[in-house]
């Protein structure tokens, strides 16, 4: 199987000395994906940084030449299009949408190249590969997932029921020798705002709650359908399953 670490070390993307990314792990994993990581300098050597919230400077011509397509600033998680470059004097790089906040030198970003026009897509996981495959957190085939569990969530400490619920009235919790605790199932995530549970996040039941096949936060997308593939652990009841339709791109 593929565990967290397997998987960390497939998708590096803090390049270590090198400031490079894993491009052969990340392939294995995600449709569209970061090509390099480089920083702002000041590239012209005139002892100032010359970018702006349009504008970024780098350390030298060969780093500028690496800004076409699309570009992202890693804290800012907002991708943006490279409309010029000038990588003969003042090593600098255009752009849009404009910052609401210079972030300044030595800032680290993510080149994504030309090839990743559909960046909206960002780390859209393939449809199928060997990685993700072998981290399933359920079956697709029906029956039993081994891994649903039943586990119990500790809020903090009462003295009775009615101090548990004024404490944590959104809690659903049960009074248990000195503990308000909520019975929930595990790795499911209840679906929030649905007018249907307590939106805790814990998956409870008499709640519809999200089955999510995958490693990560990315659970797929498109439309949410009931998934009969799992069965639901005693003492827990009357809890659906929803899965999303279509998973990776």
């Known amino acids: 199987t593929c565990n967290i670490t397997d998987f ?4 590096d993307i803090t390049g270590g000395a090198s400031n490079n990314v894993n491009t052969t792990g990340m392939s294995q994993v995600f449709m569209y ?7 702002t300098q000041d590239g012209n050597l005139n002892f100032t940084y010359d ?3 349009t504008t970024l400077e780098v350390k030298d011509t060969t780093t500028c030449a690496k800004f076409t397509g699309y570009f992202e600033y890693f804290y800012d998680n907002t991708t ?3 409309t010029a470059v000038e990588c003969t004097t003042s090593m600098t790089v ?8 210079d972030f300044g030198f030595g800032m680290p970003i993510l080149l994504w190249g030309t090839s990743n026009a ?20 359920g079956t697709s085939n029906g029956g039993n997932c081994s891994n649903y569990i039943v586990k119990t969530h500790t809020w903090g400490t009462g003295s009775s029921q009615a101090d548990c619920d004024s404490k944590f009235p959104k809690a659903n919790s049960t009074y248990n020798s000195g503990n308000c605790e909520t019975t929930y199932l595990y790795p499911a995530t209840e679906i929030m705002d649905d007018n249907i549970g307590n939106d805790n996040g814990l998956c409870e039941s008499n709640e519809t709650c999200l089955h999510n096949p995958n490693i990560g936060a990315y659970a797929g997308h498109s439309t949410l359908s009931t998934y009969t593939g799992c069965s639901i652990p005693s003492p827990l009841t009357n809890i659906t399953l929803k899965k999303y339709d279509s998973n990776g791109y």
Do not use: C, M, W
């Open 51 to 53: 970018g702006n919230s």
């Open 8 to 11: 960390e070390a497939l998708t």
């Open 80 to 82: 943006r299009q490279i």
């Open 94 to 101: 255009t752009f849009t949408p404009a910052l609401t906040y």
């Open 118 to 137: 559909n960046y909206d897509k960002k780390y859209g996981l393939k449809n199928s590969s060997p990685a993700l495959n072998a981290g399933l957190v």
């Open 33 to 39: 994906y970061p090509t390099e990581i480089v920083y």
